[in-house]
């Protein structure tokens, strides 16, 4: 069960990262969800390397998204997304 619980949440994360770096066109939703779930673990490990820390599920969410977005930003300099 929680392994369907993390694919959902992790395809609502890449989908919301998605729209906001402007790639949604190009993506499907196997990829939202592999870029929600390895951007989210990537924006964690990120804002406790700066010491910052997410408490509360809005702040959480905030970070989640964040490192899907920069994973997708690397991604775009990579030349996997236009």
Do not use: E
């Not at 939703?29 to 592999?34: A, D, E, F, L, Y």
């Not at 990120?46 to 964040?66: D, E, N, T």
């Amino acid at each position: 069960m929680n392994w369907i619980i993390t694919l959902v949440v992790g395809g609502v994360i890449g989908w919301l990262a998605s729209i906001l770096m402007k790639t949604n066109a190009q993506m499907g939703i196997i990829s939202n969800v592999v870029v929600g779930i390895i951007g989210s673990s990537l924006g964690f490990w990120a804002a406790g390397a700066l010491g910052i820390a997410a408490y509360g599920a809005i702040a959480q969410w905030a970070v989640a998204v964040a490192g899907a977005a920069l994973l997708i930003f690397i991604l775009k300099a990579l030349g996997i997304f236009k």
